[in-house]
C-alpha cells in the first residue's frame, strides 16, 4: 500500500496524538473507563439487563402475548436501567466520556479550521452568518 503521509505530517501527528493522551481528561477517561469495566456489580446488572430486553423481544414476537409478563419484564428494566445509570461507575465514566469528547471535538474543529480557514457550524443558526 502506498504511503499517503509523508514523514513531518506523520511526526506531527504523533506529536499531537501524544500531547492529547497527557491531557487529565484522557486520564480521567481511562481511569474511569478501568473503573467502570472492572465493577462486577456493574456487569451484573448490564447483563441482567440485557437478558431481560431478550425476554422482552421474545414475548414481544410472540402471537399470544402476556400483557403481566410484559410489564413486569418492563418494571424490571427500569429498575435495571436506574440502578445503572446511578451506579457511581456509571456515573463516572460517562462525565468523563462527556468532558473528554468535548475536548477531542474541540480538537477536531480547530484542526479543521487550520486546513479549511472554516469553523465547523455550530448549529446553532442564531450565531450563524449563513451557510457556506
Known amino acids: 500500500m502506498e504511503k499517503i503521509l509523508n514523514e513531518k505530517i506523520t511526526e506531527m501527528i504523533h506529536a499531537l496524538g501524544k500531547e492529547i493522551k497527557e491531557d487529565p481528561r484522557a486520564g ?8 467502570y469495566n472492572d465493577s462486577a456489580e456493574l456487569r451484573t446488572l448490564i447483563t441482567e439487563y440485557n437478558v431481560h430486553q431478550t425476554a422482552l423481544s421474545a414475548e414481544y ?60 457550524c455550530s448549529h446553532d443558526c442564531s450565531s450563524c452568518g449563513g451557510c457556506h
Open 61 to 120: 414476537s410472540k402471537d399470544d402475548q402476556d400483557e403481566d409478563v410484559i410489564r413486569n419484564i418492563e418494571k424490571r428494566l427500569e429498575e435495571l436501567y436506574n440502578e445503572i445509570t446511578n451506579n457511581d461507575a456509571y456515573v463516572a465514566y460517562t462525565q468523563a466520556k462527556d468532558e473528554y469528547d468535548a475536548y477531542y471535538s474541540e480538537i477536531l474543529a480547530e484542526l479543521e479550521f487550520a486546513i479549511t480557514g472554516h469553523r465547523p
Open 28 to 35: 480521567a477517561l481511562q481511569t474511569a473507563a478501568d473503573i
